[in-house]
T-cell receptor, first 113, second 112 residues
Framework: DTGVSQDPRHKITKRGQNVTFRCDPI?????LYWYRQTLGQGPEFLTY????????KSRLLSDRFSAERPKGSFSTLEIQRTEQGDSAMYLC???????????FGPGTRLTVT | QKEVEQNSGPLSVPEGAIASLNCTYS??????FFWYRQYSGKSPELIMS????GDKEDGRFTAQLNKASQYVSLLIRDSQPSDSATYLC????????????FGTGTRLQVTL
């Protein structure tokens, strides 16, 4: 499978715990995005990487959220001290060079109890 | 005012009919426009992209863009039950980030 992959697909955690999600973009895709989607809403932009550089972060991304993309390959999104309001689908998308079309992974569904 | 607006639906069309989905956007500098299909519990799947005014056809799908009216639409011809899904309109400002702003989606139901 050469699509965007995300791990885990589902995560249930208790409030206050830390969680980390991983995204593996399509190889040769140098741009990577994280979005969050709640029920009944469209995805909302969180952050963007070009290669290993994090070039933009949304105001939605509070201090509890951090993202990395070491070596410009896979990316991780960490949420510290999770809150019930963090429950959502976290989506990763990547774009090949010279394109604007974003391809999404299957997402990680987070439930904070 | 929301940046990207869509009618939430549901839009119900009989099998074989044309489904017409509409989207308006507020940012005049928007340059890239996309339609994604999302089945319940799944992630968005890109079905059409359009960048210039006019129509763009791909199989049963036609995207239409009118930048003067800030309006994008998606036509689905010969609708099939498998087309039943939520259709998300996404708008981008091309440049460094090219991040997308999504509407809330229109739920399409194709009835037998």
């Amino acid at each position: 499978d050469t699509g965007v992959s995300q791990d885990p697909r589902h995560k249930i955690t208790k409030r206050g715990q830390n969680v980390t999600f991983r995204c593996d973009p399509i190889s040769e895709h140098n741009r990577l995005y994280w979005y969050r989607q709640t029920l009944g809403q469209g995805p909302e932009f969180l952050t963007y990487f070009q290669n290993e550089a994090q070039l933009e972060k949304s105001r939605l991304l509070s201090d509890r959220f951090s993202a990395e993309r070491p070596k410009g390959s896979f990316s991780t999104l960490e949420i510290q001290r999770t809150e019930q309001g963090d429950s959502a689908m976290y989506l990763c998308a990547s774009i090949p060079p010279n394109s604007y079309e974003q391809y999404f992974g299957p997402g990680t569904r987070l439930t904070v109890t | 005012q929301k940046e990207v607006e869509q009618n939430s639906g549901p839009l119900s069309v009989p099998e074989g009919a044309i489904a017409s989905l509409n989207c308006t956007y507020s940012d005049r500098v928007s340059q890239s426009f996309f339609w994604y299909r999302q089945y319940s519990g799944k992630s968005p799947e890109l079905i059409m992209s359009i960048y210039s005014n006019g129509d763009k056809e791909d199989g049963r799908f036609t995207a239409q863009l009118n930048k003067a009216s800030q309006y994008v639409s998606l036509l689905i011809r010969d609708s099939q039950p498998s087309d039943s899904a939520t259709y998300l309109c996404a708008v981008g400002v091309t440049g460094t980030a090219s991040k997308l702003t999504f509407g809330t989606g229109t739920r399409l139901q194709v009835t037998l």
